[in-house]
């Protein structure tokens, strides 16, 4: 890319109103070094890097479910389009996933059958205010509110299907309900000698740093994660095992991420890049547990999930050790012997017993899953703000992070308790596809259709929050990232030259366009 003459850059400038005129002198230096102009010209550069008119809607990002910071910034807040007569539904929910569960049998058999083995008590444990998991800054603290996915390959005909490691199972389990476990009076490898069910392992995190410079000489720390498994209770894993890291996400307007048209996740889709922008996402497709059908998956790291009622059931399952009618299994695997023999709490006193959650309390947490509301934005009149958003689209960024989505009509919604969600102009910035980016982000572990290096665009509304809601900087699939900046820096693959766009930028446009991605 050649740098345009005075005379182009006037033509350029002539076109573009006064906010974009500032962006157009601020970025000629960049224009250099990307692969298209920065200007206001349509025929010049990608759609998704065309900076678009402000709306006022930008302001409300979810829409009627927009829901104020007072008293406190916080992810669990009601949306206030729900109607009263189901606002019940929605604090017995959330009073269900805050509450702390305990061992079977008890006589509160409404909250037993904990574990046996598990990684939190209660949903909130990890979501604390709905908000991200919070990753141990030091190897001596061990994961609590993150988790470790396992898989080993395995060959069937041409092809390799990764399956749950064989002794340990797809996730790690790193509490148990033994009190010489509660109590930290022996190992786990000690436990299951002296015949407790014990933890499978626990699990702690070295940190390998190393630093970045910027052209402009700025020099920022960057980290990387590397898992340290301590006491394996039931022997070694299979050598072939591949491991991720994975921390707890943000929860808040899953209900109104559920509510996008299929067709609209579709449309954005280029596996083949025919656009040739370099940026290929494309769909996971996945069963649908609700229907038996293949849906996209919106829903996890990899959109592995094509519902909230997987995710919500399955956390409680995997999680907590908490059977219920979608996952009615319990985590131990065959190898855990004194896991299996512990008294379970599928009860018999609900009319849909025989689950330790049954189905109509399992609906109550599903309810305040879909009923979560969307903080505000925040300095949206800052001038740097203003600046950073152009600057957002102009670099690309919004090419995967997608600002805006229309919520399906009420007929059309995936279940008539949706319909208060319906019609409305949301702004998640995330466009719910696969994307591959690079191996410096890859776990190397397969999930479903999604390759070990590819990841979902990671919604990014209320993330300026984060730190406030629950004190976690923990940004990333992994939580490596301590700041909106590290995370950019990590992107590869197809961020590569979004990511170079940013590193291209002076440091004040850099601060300016992290302004408007804390603002969001």
């Known amino acids: 890319m050649h740098k345009p003459g005075l005379s182009r850059l006037v033509a350029l400038l002539k076109q573009c109103t006064s906010v974009q005129r500032n962006s157009v002198l601020r970025l000629a230096a960049l224009m250099i070094v990307t692969a298209g102009s920065v200007g206001c010209s349509q025929s010049e550069q990608p759609d998704s890097r065309i900076v678009p008119a402000v709306s006022e809607a930008e302001l409300r990002p979810g829409g009627n479910a927009t829901t104020s910071l007072m008293p406190f910034p916080s992810f669990d807040k009601l949306a206030p389009s729900l109607p009263d007569v189901d606002k019940p539904d929605f604090h017995a929910g959330r009073a269900l996933a805050r509450q702390p569960w305990v061992k079977a049998p008890t006589i509160t058999d409404a909250r037993d059958g904990l574990g046996p083995v598990y990684n939190a008590r209660a949903c909130l444990a990890c979501h604390v205010r709905g908000g991200k998991g919070l ?27 990764w399956l749950p490691e064989p002794t340990y199972g797809e996730q790690l389990q790193t509490q148990s309900v033994a009190l010489q476990h509660q109590l930290r009076l022996s190992n786990p490898v000690e436990m299951v000698a002296a015949g407790q069910v014990a933890p499978e392992a626990y699990a702690y995190i070295q940190w390998q740093q190393h630093t970045f410079t910027y052209p402009d000489g700025t020099i920022v720390t960057l980290r990387q994660p590397s898992l340290d498994l301590q006491h394996l209770a039931y022997g070694d894993m299979h050598a072939e095992t591949a491991f991720s890291l994975r921390n707890a996400p943000m929860i808040q307007g899953m209900g109104l991420l559920e509510m996008i048209p299929e067709e609209a996740i579709q449309a954005l889709a280029d596996p083949d890049d025919q656009d040739q922008d370099g940026i290929s996402g494309r769909v996971n497709q996945v069963l649908d547990i609700r229907t038996g059908e293949l849906a996209p998956g919106r829903f996890g790291l990899k959109a592995n999930k094509a519902s909230i009622n997987e995710i919500v059931a399955g956390a409680f399952a995997n999680d907590l050790g908490i059977s219920n009618p979608l ?33 109509h309390l399992l609906q109550l947490v599903i309810r305040f899953t879909n009923n979560l509301g969307v ?12 600046a950073g958003r152009s600057l957002f689209y102009q670099s690309g960024c919004a090419s995967c992070h997608q600002p805006s989505f229309q919520t399906a009509s009420a007929e059309q ?7 208060h969600l319906a019609n409305q102009t949301i702004w998640p910035y995330t466009d719910l596809l696969l994307h591959d980016m690079g191996p410096d982000l890859a776990d190397h572990r397969p999930d479903g259709d999604a390759s070990g290096s590819e990841w979902r665009t990671a919604p990014l509304w209320g993330i300026g929050l984060s730190a406030q809601v629950n004190g976690s900087r923990n940004l990333l699939h992994d939580g490596r990232a301590q700041t909106i900046e590290e995370a950019i820096l990590w992107h590869g693959g197809e961020a590569s030259a979004v990511r170079q766009r940013f ?18």
Do not use: W, Y
């Open 375 to 386: 903080p505000k934005r925040r300095n949206a009149d800052d001038a740097d703000v203003q």
């Open 413 to 419: 919604a995936v279940s008539p308790e949706l319909t």
């Open 327 to 359: 996952f009615p299994e319990q985590p131990c695997t065959s190898a855990q012997i004194d896991c299996l023999k512990q008294p379970d709490g599928n009860g018999t006193a609900h009319e849909d017993s025989g689950f330790e959650l049954p189905d």
């Open 135 to 161: 990753i141990p800054a030091d190897s001596q603290t061990p994961l609590f509110s993150g988790l470790v996915k396992m898989s080993i390959p395995v060959k069937t005909g041409d092809d390799i299907e």
């Open 503 to 520: 590193v291209a930028l002076d440091s004040q446009q850099r601060q300016q366009l992290l302004a408007f991605v804390r603002s969001l």
